[in-house]
């Protein structure tokens, strides 16, 4: 049979013994590190960690003032917008369905407060999200680079133990 499971005709069936009977491989040490090998690797890993621990401490923390001044912001911005929108648009609307000097006011005025109230919630929140994400992704570009510095040092120092003691033999 071939590999489809077809039966081929004519040919000679392999012994059952002869399939089995293959060399087994051994499988091959794993090679030590050597002495600056271990200290790099040490190094670059701790480098990482603390990298990562200060890159997303510092960045939510920013984030979050970013996301403060971004929701002020937003708000005053879409404020000032949508309630000049709102003064233009409502002499409009009270124009064509009030009758009378006090609806025609009031009805401006009820337009104003509403665009502006629509302008504080929109504005908030879009330009609250922007800012979360533009400070933490900043931050945490910045936050990185000290963390990684000191992960860096104190890797140095336990992969020089490590690999101190590994020559020593009282390593893995």
Do not use: C, H, W
Not at 6 to 22: D, H, I, L, N, Y
Not at 102 to 131: E, R
Request: charged residues 15%; without cysteine.
């Amino acid at each position: 049979m071939d590999g489809i499971k077809r039966v081929q005709t004519g040919a000679q069936m392999m012994p059952a013994k002869a399939a089995k009977s293959a060399p087994k491989q051994e499988p091959v040490a794993e090679p030590k590190d050597s002495f600056f090998g271990t200290i790099g690797k040490e190094s670059k890993n701790m480098a990482l960690k603390v990298g990562n621990i200060t890159s997303s401490s510092v960045g939510g923390a920013l984030g979050i003032a970013g996301l403060t001044l971004g929701l002020y912001a937003g708000a005053a911005g879409g404020a000032i917008f949508l309630g000049a929108l709102g003064a233009g648009i409502g002499p409009v609307l009270a124009s064509v369905s009030t009758k009378g000097l006090l609806s025609f006011l009031g009805t401006s005025f009820a337009t104003t407060g509403m665009m502006a109230k629509a302008g504080i919630a929109i504005g908030g929140v879009a330009t609250g999200v922007g800012a979360f994400q533009i400070a933490r992704k900043s931050a945490e570009l910045i936050g990185k680079i000290p963390g990684m510095l000191i992960g860096g040092a104190i890797g140095l120092v336990s992969g020089t133990i490590k690999a101190v003691e590994g020559k020593l033999g009282g390593g893995e």
